[in-house]
Structures are given as structure tokens and as C-alpha cells.
């Protein structure tokens, strides 16, 4: 039975509230924030590009369970496919990708024949060729392979899917690789969408993160794809890099805005040399404090929406016509882990080292190191290392956090009634929301909860409260910046 009655959200002090603790910081003396922002900015959270995020994910789910999750996917139902790529010619100081820096293209095309046994493997076993809503290429820089490469791997899509009806084919490209014959090729292959690494134009920051790529080259590549007939291009941006500065970032925004993109990205960078040994180079040059990256983010952000973007979510900017406004305006937006979309097919099949399928409403997830992946599909016929099984408690809290990482905002009554549970099942998460309540962070109208500041990441932060595995001290997080 749903809670019908407001129940008072539990007072600050409430001792076994998750999610705060009175001897942080940011706190003070009698349990009040010091500032609103220091209740978000500078904390841990996921970024929510699946819940549960794959932090969660064990070694309990094996190939044969995958295997068997594909053999009873009904026939009708329409899938997206993620293609993971994970080479570049070289390796970005600031990058966070599952990527291997290589000069040997022979290692590139032996991971190929690798990738297409997996979707060969994939037809056979869903049956009939799959109807496919979406396909995109991720890495790494799928750019990297060449037009030979490219003209096989869309031979083996055509051949066992059916891609007749797919809506998009998107790309992630290193604008440096782009050529003339590739663009074509490109477009050929029915390449419609593609994302372009930028992330900033100052020389200054380029050389700081190892990735020297003018303003001239770029403007050249988004002139060589369009004149292809490839005329959706994204930009991937980045702020809280080294040596940025709100100067900088302002004349990087305006810069951006000269080349007519048709969204834009604007990604908080997530230093986490634990986990990625090669961006310590960076502590080299001052990193921005967290203070700074909400300025160079906000810089950015008003330069945008003032030239027309509509703000998509906590990063993403589109003009009003584009399908991820409308799908923000009608409520569809979703968010996977290739970031914001409107695509609704409910399977998500991942092809390629750590990619990553969502099936059945459960998790699966491929052997991260190429030599890994291919080893696995070997000995396993699949390639899976990992994933979740899912409860329905995780399908109501995914809701939750999707529809707050999408619209920043989320009526927990009618969520919970719409996945047959009660609101008891959120009691700790609606205690801790209290102190974002009582700061003036969080709106609460009944259990409708909305996000009141234009700082958008910090929804990260009001997410995380729902999310019953998530724990700041144990579970691997950037800072919400």
C-alpha cells in the first residue's frame, strides 16, 4: 500500500540519517551547512550513467548468463548497440576512458576480428536479425581504424541486424584523425551523428593535458564532415583542467560557438589517479579548486544557453529543435552510459573490452583489457566479467535518480506507485535529504523534491541519497565539481 499522509522529513540532527556527517567540514557546530554549496560542491557522487552504477557490478555473472538473457530477449523488442573501440594513437593526460595508447595498427585490426566474432556470436544467439534503434561507437577513438576496417565492421551489422529503421548511428572522433576519405566513408556507412574531443582551445591548457589540437584543425574537420554530408556534430568540452581560467574558458565557449555545433557537452574533468595512474602528471600544473570549477563551469554554461542551447540534464547543451530538447521538454529524456538520449529502446547491447549490456533489467558486463576480452571469448564464447542482477527496489530507485539526473526533479509518491512499492522503503533517504531542504538546495512540495539551484551537477549529490550501494568512504567517486 502507497504512504498517503506527508510524513515530516526527519529533523537534521537525526542520528542515523545517511548521507551527512556532522563532523565533516562543511558542517557546522550545530549540524547547519556553512554555505548551500558546501553541501554538494567538492563531494563524492556517482554520475549516474547506469543505476546501480558499476562500481556495484561483481564477478558472479558469468558468460553463460548472458548467453541465456539473449536467448530469451523477445524478438520484437527493439535494441541500441555500443561499440567500444579502446585505442588512440596516443593517451590523453586527462583521460578516463577505458583507452590504450598504440602505434601498432596490427594490434587494432587483431582486436576487430575479436569484436566481430562477439556480434556474430550476439545474432546467433537473440535469434533473428535484431531490429536496432541506435548504434554507437565509443572509446577510445573509433576513428582510429581504418576505411577498410570501418567498411568491414558495417559489413557484419548489415549482414546479421536489421538496421533498416535505426534512428542514429553516432561516433566518438579524434577531430586530428579526420580526413577527407574517412568523412566520406563515414557518411557512406550512414554515419549521421558524431561527437568531437575537444575539450578546451587554449593552447596553454592543450599543451597541460597532452592533447595539442588548434582551432584551425578543428574548424577543417567540422568543415570536411559536413561538406561528407555528416551535419550533426557534437563537442565534448571539459572544465576544472589545469590551467584554465575563466577568461580562458570564456573565449574557448565563444570559439566552440563559431563552428555551429549541434550540442554541446560540457564535462566536469574527474581526477582519479588511483584509478588512472597517467593523469598524476597533471598535479604538475595547479588543478583548479573546486570553488574555481564552479566559476569556469557557470562561465561556460551562460555563454551557451545565451547563444540558444537549452540545458539538457547536469552537462549537455541542445538547440530547441534538437531530440534531446523535445525529448526533455516531453518528459523522455533518458540517461545511459553514453550519456543523455532519446532513444527508448530498452536493451542496450555492448560489443567490444568493458562495454557494458543492459538486458532483462540486469547488467552485464565484458572483461575490461582488450587481451582479457579476447582471451574470454575464446575460452567462453562470450566475453562477460561481471554485472548485477537486479531487484525491483533497483528498478524503483534507478527511476528516481534518472528522472533527477534528467528533469532535476522527481515526485517520489507517484514513482514509488508506479513500481508497486511504499514510501517507507525511501525513509532514510527522505531523512537525509533534510539539511538540502532546511538550505534552501532542494524545493519539497509534498514528495515532489526539485533541484533550486542553476548548478546543476549538484543533483549528483541529491542522487546519491537514493542509491542503497553507494558509500562516500568505500565506493570509487569523482567529485561533483
Request: one cysteine or more; aromatic letters at 6%; hydrophobic letters at 35%.
Given at each position: 500500500m502507497i504512504a498517503?499522509?506527508?510524513?515530516?522529513?526527519?529533523?537534521?540532527?537525526?542520528?542515523?540519517?545517511?548521507?551527512?556527517?556532522?563532523?565533516?567540514?562543511?558542517?557546522g557546530p550545530l549540524g547547519e551547512p556553512k554555505t548551500i554549496e558546501s553541501l554538494w560542491l567538492g563531494r563524492a557522487a556517482p554520475r549516474y550513467t547506469s543505476?546501480?552504477?558499476?562500481?556495484?557490478?561483481?564477478?558472479?555473472?558469468?558468460?553463460?548468463?548472458?548467453?541465456?538473457?539473449?536467448?530469451?530477449?523477445?524478438?520484437?523488442?527493439?535494441?541500441s548497440l555500443y561499440l567500444h573501440i579502446p585505442f588512440c594513437q596516443s593517451l590523453c593526460l586527462y583521460c578516463g576512458c577505458n583507452s590504450t595508447a598504440t602505434q601498432k595498427y596490427?594490434?587494432?585490426s587483431h582486436y576487430m576480428d575479436y569484436l566481430h566474432?562477439?556480434?556474430?556470436?550476439?545474432?546467433?544467439?537473440?535469434?533473428?536479425?535484431?531490429?536496432?534503434?541506435?548504434?554507437h561507437f565509443g572509446g577510445g577513438s573509433p576513428n582510429i581504424l581504418s576505411e577498410k576496417n570501418l567498411g568491414l565492421l558495417f559489413g557484419i551489422l548489415a549482414r546479421h541486424y536489421d538496421l533498416g529503421a535505426c534512428e542514429e548511428v553516432s561516433m566518438e572522433l579524434d577531430p586530428r584523425l579526420i580526413t577527407k576519405a574517412q568523412a566520406r566513408v563515414l557518411a557512406l556507412l550512414g554515419v549521421n551523428r558524431v561527437s568531437l574531443g575537444i575539450q578546451d582551445f587554449d593552447?596553454?591548457?592543450?599543451?597541460?593535458?597532452?592533447?595539442?589540437?588548434?582551432?584551425?584543425?578543428?574548424?577543417e574537420a567540422c568543415d570536411t564532415l559536413r561538406q561528407a554530408g555528416i551535419y550533426a556534430i557534437n563537442f565534448d568540452m571539459m572544465y576544472g583542467l589545469p590551467r584554465q581560467t575563466p577568461q580562458s574558458i570564456e573565449l574557448t565557449a565563444q570559439e566552440a560557438l563559431t563552428l555551429h555545433p549541434s550540442r554541446l557537452a560540457l564535462f566536469s574533468y574527474a581526477h582519479m589517479p588511483t584509478f588512472k595512474p597517467h593523469q598524476k602528471a597533471l598535479e604538475a600544473s595547479v588543478l583548479p579548486d573546486p570553488q574555481t570549477c564552479l566559476t569556469l563551469e557557470q562561465t561556460a554554461r551562460q555563454i551557451f544557453v545565451q547563444a540558444g542551447f537549452c540545458e539538457i540534464?547536469?552537462?549537455?547543451?541542445?538547440?530547441?529543435?534538437?531530440?534531446?530538447?523535445?525529448?526533455?521538454k516531453e518528459k523522455t529524456l533518458r540517461?545511459?552510459?553514453?550519456?543523455?538520449?532519446?532513444?527508448?529502446?530498452?536493451?542496450?547491447?555492448?560489443?567490444?573490452a568493458s562495454a557494458i549490456s543492459f538486458l532483462g533489467g540486469n547488467y552485464y558486463q565484458n572483461a575490461r583489457k582488450d587481451s582479457s576480452y579476447e582471451n574470454a571469448l575464446r575460452q567462453n564464447g562470450f566475453a562477460t566479467a561481471r554485472g548485477l542482477r537486479t531487484s525491483?527496489?533497483?528498478?524503483?530507485?534507478?527511476?528516481?535518480?534518472?528522472?533527477?539526473?534528467?528533469?532535476?526533479?522527481?515526485?517520489?509518491?507517484?514513482?514509488?506507485?508506479?513500481?508497486?512499492?511504499?514510501?517507507?522503503?525511501?525513509?532514510?533517504?527522505?531523512?537525509?535529504?533534510?539539511?538540502?531542504?532546511?538550505?534552501?538546495?532542494?524545493?519539497?512540495?509534498?514528495?515532489?523534491?526539485?533541484?533550486t539551484t542553476p548548478h546543476r551537477m549538484a543533483v549528483r549529490v541529491i542522487a546519491s541519497l537514493f542509491d542503497r550501494y553507494f558509500d562516500p568512504a568505500k565506493t570509487p567517486a569523482s567529485k561533483v565539481v
Open positions: 498517503s499522509q506527508t510524513r515530516p522529513f526527519a529533523p537534521l540532527n537525526e542520528p542515523d540519517a545517511p548521507g551527512l556527517d556532522l563532523d565533516d567540514p562543511y558542517i543505476y546501480p552504477s558499476a562500481t556495484s557490478f561483481h564477478e558472479g555473472i558469468t558468460a553463460q548468463d548472458y548467453a541465456s538473457a539473449l536467448a530469451v530477449l523477445p524478438q520484437e523488442e527493439p535494441v596490427e594490434r587494432v566474432r562477439e556480434l556474430e556470436l550476439i545474432a546467433r544467439s537473440a535469434g533473428t536479425p535484431r531490429k536496432v534503434r541506435q548504434v593552447p596553454e591548457v592543450q599543451y597541460a593535458i597532452g592533447r595539442a589540437q588548434s582551432y584551425e584543425r578543428v574548424r540534464g547536469i552537462d549537455h547543451f541542445a538547440h530547441s529543435t534538437d531530440p534531446l530538447s523535445l525529448a526533455a540517461r545511459n552510459f553514453q550519456g543523455y538520449t532519446a532513444n527508448q529502446a530498452p536493451t542496450l547491447l555492448g560489443i567490444g525491483g527496489e533497483d528498478h524503483l530507485r534507478a527511476a528516481i535518480i534518472e528522472q533527477l539526473m534528467c528533469h532535476m526533479t522527481v515526485n517520489l509518491e507517484t514513482t514509488c506507485r508506479q513500481h508497486d512499492f511504499s514510501l517507507t522503503v525511501l525513509r532514510p533517504s527522505l531523512e537525509a535529504l533534510e539539511p538540502f531542504i532546511q538550505s534552501g538546495l532542494i524545493a519539497k512540495d509534498g514528495y515532489k523534491i526539485t533541484l
